[in-house]
């Protein structure tokens, strides 16, 4: 039994991953080849019952709901295409019921003592600024809206707090499950290069899209998982550091083929401040540095022969990723003179989250940047409630600070970079990361003794 469970738990994530990816790819090769519609969905239906059966059965069966980590955080991204509240999978209803019936089986079973968690106030003032957002503009959706956004924004704060009340895990393993993260996202986008008729005119286009999202939310979830894939890399030696630095670094070259400029400046300017912190606290200084010397050096021979071989393919993608209009920052200028001016109207709760602000009002259109669609959105209040969450969240963390609490850190920076170019929060994969990231690390806010931390296991 010792064997079995030490081979289970050093195999899970892979496990994890090689599921999650066939969960993903299958449907997504099927739309691909245009099969019919109807097999699309019994394969989806398929895999997210086994998703909420497994995590049901994880919930009743396991106390410290480390095991389920995994599952809430690959599910979100396992969607082969994009559809909206009128075309949700219906056992995506299933699964979520499954896990919510799990998660009260589960207090009852094991009577955890609950607790709120030092993140809980401000992520609750900025869900209540999100509820009234737009509460006197009596607009015809108004009912939905309020009924749609405190469900998501309640299941929010109960999937916070109850993994803060049964969840222990150790920083090593969260930064391996976000690794496996990681490494699933880059599979996804290197098989939608791989099936496409010009793989070569493909990587020169920002056209890349993977069911759950596109070139953007690509990059932002690249940016949240880096730094802990780093984490990895600096905290151990020889062969396991080289791995990990060059998963980093496959991490940062998939951004790059996104074509997501917001990531790429962030990405940028996060590296500056990174990377000597990681090799001041990197246990195996000479093996990090190297390899990551060796992967630039080899990246950039490759661009410098490309260049040479094919200065055609070389000048189109050199001229797409530095192609910035400063005129209008690639049109992000007239959205943000709308949300101003629409912002000057309903200063105080703002529109709402459904509210549209495009020309002609009948599209809805994201506001290119987090604080900025808030303010539209939820108003002064919605500002305010935002900048108080932020305030907390650094706060805690660079309070008694320590290697975990920057890599932490600078995950919540680089995707909050990001979010000054286009919006990251509200973005339901981010969320939901960003949460169980703030519940896993509540035992390290709470200062336990990292003895106690590394003895705990599934």
Not at 228 to 239: M, R, S
Not at 253 to 267: D, K, M
Not at 333 to 350: C, N, T, V, W
């Amino acid at each position: 039994m010792d064997i079995a469970k030490n081979i289970f738990k050093k195999s899970y994530l892979l496990i994890v991953l090689i599921i999650f990816y066939l969960f993903w790819v299958i449907p997504y090769l099927q739309i691909s080849k245009e099969v019919d519609n109807s097999i699309i969905i019994k394969t989806e239906n398929f895999a997210l019952l086994v998703i909420g059966v497994v995590s049901f059965l994880f919930l009743l069966l396991f106390k410290n709901t480390q095991i389920v980590i995994p599952l809430a955080a690959f599910t979100p991204f396992v969607f082969s295409h994009p559809f909206d509240a009128y075309t949700v999978p219906f056992n995506l209803y299933l699964a979520l019921g499954l896990v919510i019936i799990g998660f009260v089986a589960h207090i009852f079973i094991y009577k955890p003592k609950i607790k709120l968690g030092s993140f809980f106030a401000g992520l609750a003032i900025l869900c209540l600024a999100l509820i009234l957002g737009g509460v006197a503009t009596k607009a015809e959706y108004l009912s939905q809206q309020i009924g749609f956004v405190l469900l998501c924004t309640v299941g929010l704060l109960f999937f916070y707090s109850f993994f803060v009340s049964t969840a222990t895990i150790r920083f090593k393993d969260l930064a391996r499950t976000l690794t496996y993260l990681g490494i699933f996202i880059i599979l996804q986008v290197l098989t939608y290069y791989l099936i496409q008729e010009n793989v070569i005119d493909s990587l020169l286009s920002k056209g890349v899209a993977v069911g759950w999202g596109i070139s953007n939310n690509i990059g932002l979830i690249l940016l949240f998982t880096i730094p802990f894939t780093f984490y990895l890399a600096i905290t151990n030696k020889t062969g396991k550091t080289m791995a990990y630095t060059f998963i980093s670094f496959c991490q940062m070259i998939t951004i790059i083929f996104t074509y997501s400029r917001g990531s790429i400046i962030a990405l940028t300017l996060g590296l500056i401040f990174l990377l000597p912190l990681l090799f001041k606290y990197a246990k195996d200084r000479w093996t990090f540095l190297s390899t990551f010397n060796i992967l630039i050096l080899c990246s950039a021979f490759f661009l410098v022969y490309s260049g040479y071989k094919y200065p055609e393919y070389f000048n189109q993608f050199y001229e797409d990723i530095f192609r910035i209009d400063f005129d209008s920052i690639n049109g992000r200028i007239p959205i943000y003179q709308d949300i101003l001016a629409a912002f000057k109207e309903r200063p105080i709760f703002g529109y709402g989250l459904f509210a549209p602000f495009s020309e002609t009002g009948d599209t809805y259109t994201w506001g290119h940047s987090t604080i900025l669609h808030t303010v539209y959105t939820a108003g002064i209040f919605g500002g305010g409630a935002l900048l108080f969450h932020l305030g907390q969240k650094y706060y805690l963390l660079f309070r008694q600070i320590n290697i975990r609490k920057l890599i932490v850190a600078f995950s919540f920076l680089l995707s909050g970079l990001y979010g000054l170019f286009d919006v990251s929060y509200y973005f339901i994969n981010y969320m939901i990361l960003l949460i169980i990231v703030i519940a896993t690390i509540e035992k390290e806010i709470m200062a336990i003794g990292k003895e106690e931390v590394d003895e705990i296991l599934f």
